[in-house]
């Protein structure tokens, strides 16, 4: 069975409440019918509900069943603009200006999320990364205890030799530009319980990637690997994870044993940190053009699940994120 299907099976056993703020989108009705006839999640559409149920009638999409809620009618945006307020406005936020806000899908989407009223958040079929993301980090923020929201990449390989059973998990791909070492070590925590937690891997092997394993090259971005390896460490002991080092080194056992004498990582790595967004989103979309892996990405590191979608997602992405999204809201 493949991670994906591992993880609608998932799902179905413990049903949660996903928005999807795009809701007058037409990959997004149809992905919101197929969710609710699957049992993946109990979807909730947000737009204006006469252009949701046109959009319904042009893509024939059966919405029976669908709760639709339009912000600008809704007898929540009240307490949601309040809340807020209150939220943002040390941040320098009017009561006026977070009136207007909630009236905003996207916003009035997180604040149901934040509030409890949902249990996760799907979007970007519509939003950019950053106009996603934006809302997310202001309102729900990191999880206790995690200083940064950052990204993993299930990459999921037709050879089931590679990784653990074909996956591996690639992280940052997506959020933190430019990450510090304590960043850089909160990556790591968070990837490998994304791998425990949403894959289902038990023991991560989470390697720290460098252009130099175990000091080889010296230079002051290897440097910053070696510290966040450190951090890692000291953030989470009972972690399999070892830095920093080489792509051939984490992955190879031959190359690892020989570059990393006496690491239970180097060779046998299923959870690939990359030292910034630029490598990390460079390898994850190598690897999946000419690597034939299936890419598919969650955020980490939020108090409550939101995850984004690619602009040229399909409706199957939408279903698949839904899924994953609703897999993440059962272990918060
Ligand atoms: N973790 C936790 N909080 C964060 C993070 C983070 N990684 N980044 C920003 N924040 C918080 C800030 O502390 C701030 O909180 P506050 O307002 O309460 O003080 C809030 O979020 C907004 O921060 P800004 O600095 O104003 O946000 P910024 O404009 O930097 O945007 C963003 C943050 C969107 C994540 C930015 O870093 C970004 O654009 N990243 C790259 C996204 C991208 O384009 N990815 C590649 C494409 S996606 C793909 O290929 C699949």
Do not use: W
């Amino acid at each position: 069975m493949s991670i994906i299907d591992r993880i609608k099976v998932k799902a179905r056993e413990n049903v949660k409440t996903i928005v999807l703020p795009e809701g007058d989108e037409p990959r997004t009705v149809q992905a919101a019918a197929r969710i609710l006839a699957e049992g993946l999640a109990k979807p909730i559409l947000i737009g204006n509900i006469e252009n949701i149920r046109k959009t319904a009638q042009e893509t024939g999409t059966d919405i029976g069943g669908i709760e639709l809620i339009d912000p600008e009618e809704s007898s929540r945006s009240d307490s949601y603009a309040q809340e807020l307020y209150e939220l943002r406005k040390a941040k320098g936020l009017t009561e006026e200006d977070a009136k207007k806000l909630v009236r905003d899908t996207m916003y009035y989407a997180v604040m149901m999320v934040k509030l409890g009223d949902a249990d996760g958040l799907v979007s970007g079929a519509v939003h950019t990364t950053g106009d996603m993301l934006r809302p997310a980090l202001q309102i729900i923020k990191t999880k206790p205890g995690m200083k940064v929201v950052s990204s993993s990449f299930l990459m999921d390989f037709p050879n089931k030799n590679i990784g653990y059973d074909g996956l591996l998990v690639y992280s940052d791909c997506v959020v933190v530009p430019c990450p510090t070492a304590e960043e850089l070590a909160c990556i790591a925590v968070s990837a490998a319980e994304t791998a425990r937690d949403l894959c289902g891997i038990e023991n991560p092997k989470v390697a720290l990637l460098s252009f130099s394993t175990k000091g080889s090259a010296k230079h002051e971005l290897v440097t910053k690997v070696q510290e966040a390896t450190k951090l890692a460490h000291e953030m989470a002991p009972e972690l399999e994870l070892d830095g920093e080092m080489q792509f051939d080194a984490a992955i190879i056992p031959e190359i690892g044993a020989s570059k990393a004498k006496g690491s239970t990582v180097a060779g046998h790595a299923n959870v690939l940190v990359f030292p910034d967004l630029q490598a990390g989103n460079i390898s994850y979309k190598i690897t999946q053009r000419l690597g034939g892996a299936e890419a598919v990405a969650v955020l980490q590191g939020l108090a409550k699940p939101c995850n984004d979608l690619s602009r040229g997602c399909s409706v199957e992405d939408i279903v698949t994120t839904v899924a994953l999204t609703a897999v993440q809201a059962q272990s918060v």
